[in-house]
């Protein structure tokens, strides 16, 4: 059995969402973690911040972040693959965190 691996993954969903469709968005996303056999240890917004540079012409961003721990890869790569083609996420980046 191979020892669960953590991650953590942070996103930029678009600024101008309403709160239930970005709530909507979050819960979506954790359970593509969920669904595909990994755990959700924590999942919360960051902040609203200003964007270094424009993203799709936006300014700024909502930042999330998300916890995982995962047995395998299968639920990061779906979660990669579904963040690059939607809409709602500006931006993201998943880091394999060291023991």
């Known amino acids: 059995m191979s020892q669960a691996m953590k991650y953590e993954i942070l996103y930029i969903i678009r600024p ?3 709160d239930d469709a970005k709530k909507e968005l979050v819960e979506r ?9 990994s755990t959700v ?10 964007l270094a540079y424009e993203i799709n012409d936006y300014k700024e961003g909502i930042y999330h972040l998300i916890n ?3 047995s395998d ?3 990061i790569d ?5 963040a690059r083609i939607s809409r709602d996420i500006l931006r993201h980046m998943i880091i394999r965190l060291e023991d």
């Open 78 to 82: 779906e979660f990669d693959r579904l």
């Open 73 to 75: 890869a299968k639920a």
């Open 29 to 37: 996303f954790d359970s593509i973690i969920t669904d595909n056999g």
């Open 16 to 18: 101008d969402m309403n």
């Open 68 to 70: 995982v721990e995962a």
């Open 41 to 50: 240890l924590e999942s919360k917004d960051w902040a609203k911040r200003r």
